[in-house]
């Protein structure tokens, strides 16, 4: 199944917070470097937090698109939400969550 802004995931894995696990390395750096030019504030240290607040708000009601808009406010993080999206893609490969859509 594909993933987008509109899937609901709910978790599949009960762990205190998965972090980046699923992506591989390349796109880890590739996430970093795209929201550093999406907000030159970003810093990598704040990318843990806000995917743990991600992770947090995964109840498989609530879209991914309000998951990382919560989240971005948590940390006032003006960034694109669907750069966001290879996190939850990385979950899914993982095994750690499903989706569903409306």
Known sequence: MDISLTSRPRKLKRISTPGLKGMAYQQQLDICRALERENPRFVDYVLKPTTDEMWNLIDGKRPIAEIIDCSLLE????????????????????????????
């Open 75 to 102: 940390f006032n993080l003006a960034t694109q939400a669907d750069t966001w999206l290879v996190v939850f893609a990385g979950w899914l490969n993982a095994g750690l969550i499903a989706v569903g859509s409306d």
